[in-house]
């Protein structure tokens, strides 16, 4: 069952978090570190994944617009880390305690049929083994002009190749499928995104359009991802010269894109 005897060393792409020997998913949280590079921290307390996370969530924050915080849920919150941006949404997972409030699978929320504002998803996308079920149940839960926002992995030429060639988590583009083989929450496909919106879009405007509005991608996040140790998980720059690059990364124009990691897009329910 997930998050029992998951007994390998899995790196999260950007919060970093080690885990190490899981035995049940409630040592999970208590043996987790989020480090930058290979300096642990209670919490990203390093300069560049605090900015990295207040970027990341005032960016879906923005997307979503105004919302009652209590019918807007995090899908995979992880540590609720949106919290230390003040953002007071329903934290979900498919496990973990406090600030976790709702232990659910992305597939099958317990929620009542048009009854949320929206549903946020931060670096946790790629890993929905099935996303079309979650989409079928997004689709039912939101409200109509309910939104989802996504932060995930983006396909620019830079991070393409760094994430087939150097990154921890699968990047398959071949694939034929959308869903994938999942044992485990940490399985993922980080090229989900890109084959639904860009590779198979005819096939998603076909099926989703009738149901959802998309708000197309805009990339964000440069190289300082992968200077950070975002990757390799060692660095010899420090935080805040990462954090100030990454505001320099920030006001480019889209000719930055080629370099860029991360994308931002929302679905709004018809
Ligand atoms: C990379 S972590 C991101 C955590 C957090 N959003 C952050 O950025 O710090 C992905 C999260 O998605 C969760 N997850 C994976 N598959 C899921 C599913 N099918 N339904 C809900 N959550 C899932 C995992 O448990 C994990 O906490």
Request: hydrophobic share 45%.
């Amino acid at each position: 069952m997930w998050g029992h005897h998951v007994q390998k060393e899995i790196h999260w792409n950007l919060a970093v978090c080690r885990v190490a020997a899981i035995n049940t998913a409630n040592e999970f949280r208590g043996i987790i570190n989020l480090t930058m590079g290979c300096r642990d921290s209670d919490a990203p307390s390093d300069a560049y994944l605090s900015a990295l996370y207040a970027l990341a969530y005032s960016q879906l924050a923005e997307l979503i617009g105004p919302v009652d915080p209590d019918r807007t849920v995090e899908i995979g919150a992880g540590l609720g880390l949106a919290r230390l941006s003040d953002h007071r949404w329903v934290c979900s997972d498919v496990s973990g305690s406090d600030p976790i409030a709702l232990l659910s699978l992305a597939q099958a929320l317990p929620y009542r049929s048009g009854s949320l504002d929206a549903l946020v998803l931060k670096d946790t996308w790629h890993h929905i083994p099935e996303i079309e079920q979650f989409l079928a149940e997004a689709h039912r839960v939101l409200r109509p002009g309910g939104m989802i926002g996504v932060f995930d992995p983006y396909w620019g030429l830079l991070a393409r190749l760094v994430y087939r060639l150097l990154h921890q988590e699968s990047w398959n583009a071949t694939t034929p499928d959308w869903s994938f083989p999942s044992t485990n929450p940490w399985d993922s496909n980080q090229a989900l995104s890109y084959l639904m919106l860009i590779r198979d879009r005819a096939k998603f405007d076909s099926t989703w359009q009738s149901k959802f509005t998309l708000i197309e991608p805009q990339a964000v996040v440069g190289p300082s991802y992968l200077l950070s140790g975002g990757v390799s998980r060692r660095t010899p720059i420090s935080g805040s010269m990462l954090a100030a690059l990454l505001r320099w990364e920030e006001r480019r124009g889209a000719w930055f894109d080629h370099l860029r990691f991360f994308h931002v897009f929302g679905m709004v329910k018809r």
